[in-house]
């Protein structure tokens, strides 16, 4: 029986751990967020492992 591979990432936290996308985050957020997920896309194929990204509610107020 062969088992798929998952990896869950709260995309905020590592935007804001990782020097390169904290320094791009400061300029474009959205383009951080794209270059991670572009990041993740390459490792999920070499880790042959699911990647689910999930981007919470950066900065909003709680309703």
């Known amino acids: 029986m062969e088992f798929k591979r998952y990896m869950f990432v709260d995309g905020y936290n590592v935007i804001n751990q990782w020097n390169i996308l904290k320094n791009i985050k400061d300029e474009n957020l959205d383009y951080a967020r794209d270059k991670l997920v ?12 699911t990647v689910i990204v999930v981007f919470d509610a950066h900065l909003q107020r709680g309703k």
Do not use: R
């Not at 572009?38 to 492992?49: A, C, G, M, P, R």
């Open 38 to 49: 572009d990041l993740l896309q390459e490792y999920s194929v070499i880790k042959n492992t």
